[in-house]
Structure formats: C-alpha cells, structure tokens
C-alpha cells in the first residue's frame, strides 16, 4: 500500500490538469481543543490508493487562497484515485494565521485531526505550496511515519519557513519541487541552482541557520542580563 500510495502521489504530471471540482465541506471537531472548529474541503474517493492533505500558501485562509494552484487541480488527485482533505483556518484564527503558528502544536493538533479522519483505509500524503510546505515538514516530523506516509513540497520557504522546522528528523519519503525562476526572496536561487542538491543538503543548511538563530538569542538574552 505504501508502494502504491508513493507511485500515485510521484504522478505530478496531475498538476499540470488544472480542472476546477465542486468543494463539498466537512466540519472536524478538534479533540482536545473545545470549542475549536476547522473546516476542511473533502473530496473523498471510493477505495482510495491514498488520502492526500493538501496546505495552501499564504496566510492559510482559503478565501485568500482561492487562486491556489493546489485547489486549482485538486480534481487531478481525485482522478488519480486520491481522496482530498484541504483545511481551512481554525475557528480561532478566523482571517488566517501566519508561518509562526503552523509550527505550533495547536496547529499539529488541527494536522493529526484531519489524519484520523482520512487515514484508514490508505496512505496520507501531504502536499504544501509555499508557506503550506511549513505546515506539511512539520506534520512529518511531528507526527512521524506511523500518520504521514510521505510529503511533497512545492515552492519551498526556506528562509525564515522551514528553517524553524526540524526538517532533519523527517523519516519519510520527501519530494522537494523548486521553480528555478521563482522571484520570492524567501526562495533564493543558490537552492535550487543545481538539480544535485538534495532534501537532506537543505535541511542541513535549515538546521545551521535555525541553530545560529538560538546562538543569536541566547547571546542578546546574557547581554540583557549583564
């Protein structure tokens, strides 16, 4: 199953159909959060070769996003035989949120949600774009490959994004997805110059610049302090 669920979800080839599909919506009820809602747009397939998770950029919202190339093809998934879970922002950050918060366990509770909801009987993959890919890192290093069967990243937010991510402890399969041309400065070219440069180099380069950060912290925090 875990074979099938990386084959079908490598056939990228489905972004490239960009069909619009009719959204059917699903309220989740947050466990361990009372109160607390998330709507998520489902489009559930019958035997599923794998449930995919899909994380719009931005600030999340879906109202912002509706010009997300993710929703945009989301109806190539379905036709792959995929089922479809896209989340939009929790009840208690109506508007949307920014890159900080999707590093939060409140925003993993929302993830681990959504997984109990699509996860048997397939895989779950998740697929982000540009801030979602913070969102969809943190789910595998968080969860683990006992919730999250593998991730796609596209257009990555290296800078100041999946720096704050521990992106070295990811134990699954990860594809990596860079446009050579894209001008946003939180992409810088030097990441994707070379098609040899892999998931694991720029993890490590996360990993330096996240632990230079808390050298800085700490550094300012003693001279406060002195």
């Keep these: 199953m875990m074979n099938r669920g990386l084959l079908a979800i490598l056939l990228l080839g489905a972004f490239l159909s960009a069909a619009r599909t009719a959204r059917s919506e699903t309220g989740v009820e947050l466990s361990g959060q009372e109160g607390i809602t998330l709507t998520v747009?489902?489009?559930?397939?019958?035997?599923?070769?794998?449930?995919?998770?899909?994380?719009?950029?931005?600030?999340?919202?879906?109202?912002?996003?509706?010009?997300?190339?993710?929703?945009r093809v989301r109806r190539a998934f379905v036709e792959a035989g995929m089922s479809i879970a896209v989340p939009d922002t929790p009840s208690d950050h109506p508007g949307g949120f920014g890159p900080l918060f999707r590093t939060w366990s409140a925003h993993i509770m929302d993830v681990a949600a959504i997984v109990t909801k699509q996860k048997a009987p397939a895989p779950v993959w998740a697929v982000g774009t540009s801030n979602g890919t913070i969102s969809t890192a943190n789910a595998a290093a968080q969860l683990g490959p006992r919730d999250i069967a593998g991730i796609v990243l596209t257009s990555s937010v290296w800078l100041g994004g999946l720096g704050l991510v521990p992106v070295e402890t990811i134990k699954v399969p990860v594809l990596d997805i860079q446009d050579r041309d894209d001008a946003c400065p939180r992409k810088p070219a030097r990441l994707v110059a070379t098609e040899h440069v892999t998931v694991r180099q720029r993890a490590a380069d996360a990993a330096r610049c996240r632990r230079r950060r808390q050298s800085l912290r700490s550094a300012m925090r003693h001279r406060i302090a002195a």
Excluded: K, M, N, R
């Design 41 to 71: 747009l489902c489009d559930p397939v019958p035997q599923p070769i794998a449930s995919v998770i899909l994380f719009v950029g931005g600030d999340g919202d879906l109202a912002h996003e509706a010009a997300s190339f993710l929703l």
